[in-house]
Antibody, heavy 119, light 111 residues
Framework: QVQLQESGPGLVKPSETLSLTCTVS????????WSWIRQPPGKGLEWITY???????KSNPSLKSRLSISIYTSQNQFSLRLTSVTAADTAVYYC?????????????WGQGTLVTVSS | QSVLTQPPSVSGAPGQRVTISCTGS?????????VHWYQHLPGTAPKLLIY???NRPSGVPDRFAGSKSGTSASLAITGLQAEDEADYYC???????????FGGGTKLTVL
């Protein structure tokens, strides 16, 4: 059973950079694509980006210019950086293992971490 | 506003059957992309409930069933139990947006 755990600051100032790390346990990092998904308060889920163990990346076009995602296979971790944040980036951020065999779905999720953008 | 449309809430008594709809368009569900469903209790990790329109992962009871037709999909829950009270989300791929999209979520209340 794959388990994921998000970590990072819960409070980020406007215009600064949001940085989160996801630690993966219980599964091979080569078996999935590794994704970030967020949920603003009172709103629905929004897929952000994914990275494969080979470094292949796909991102939400609406966020792509502010995003970077990295993978650290030896540490079973992957990370998200979102620059120039505003209050609209306040959300619960989830990391997830995305299985793609034809179509793609999110097999396993972390519990999520709330990131608030505020001065 | 979410790309996939779900009713904000549904409810049912224990033992009853409820359905949750997920309506998309010609660039996602109608284009042939699969629909997947997740169950989420706030404060916990969302859980994959149905993948590939109608397939259940190991451990998911057969009380949960998914279907898809045209530009819509549905999740049916039979023999409703108190533990089913949660938020449910549908998900697919959208070719116009070049990414994976979700419904706005449906809160299931067991009366």
């Amino acid at each position: 059973q794959v388990q994921l755990q998000e970590s990072g600051p819960g409070l980020v100032k406007p215009s600064e950079t949001l940085s989160l790390t996801c630690t993966v346990s219980g599964g091979s990092i080569s078996s999935y694509y590794w994704s970030w998904i967020r949920q603003p308060p009172g709103k629905g889920l929004e897929w952000i980006t994914y990275i494969s163990y080979t470094g292949s990346i796909k991102s939400n076009p609406s966020l792509k210019s502010r995003l970077s995602i990295s993978i650290y296979t030896s540490q079973n971790q992957f990370s998200l950086r979102l620059t120039s944040v505003t209050a609209a980036d306040t959300a619960v951020y989830y990391c997830a293992a995305q299985y793609c065999g034809g179509d793609c779905y999110f097999n396993y999720w972390g519990q999520g971490t709330l990131v608030t953008v505020s001065s | 506003q979410s790309v996939l449309t779900q009713p904000p809430s549904v409810s049912g008594a224990p033992g009853q059957r409820v359905t949750i709809s997920c309506t998309g368009s010609s660039s996602n569900i109608g284009a042939g992309y699969d629909v997947h469903w997740y169950q989420h209790l706030p404060g916990t990790a969302p859980k994959l409930l149905i993948y590939g329109n109608s397939n259940r992962p190991s451990g998911v009871p057969d009380r949960f069933a998914g279907s898809k037709s045209g530009t819509s999909a549905s999740l049916a829950i039979t023999g409703l139990q108190a533990e089913d009270e949660a938020d449910y989300y549908c998900q697919s791929y959208d070719s116009s947006l070049s990414g994976w999209v979700f419904g706005g979520g449906t809160k299931l209340t067991v009366l």
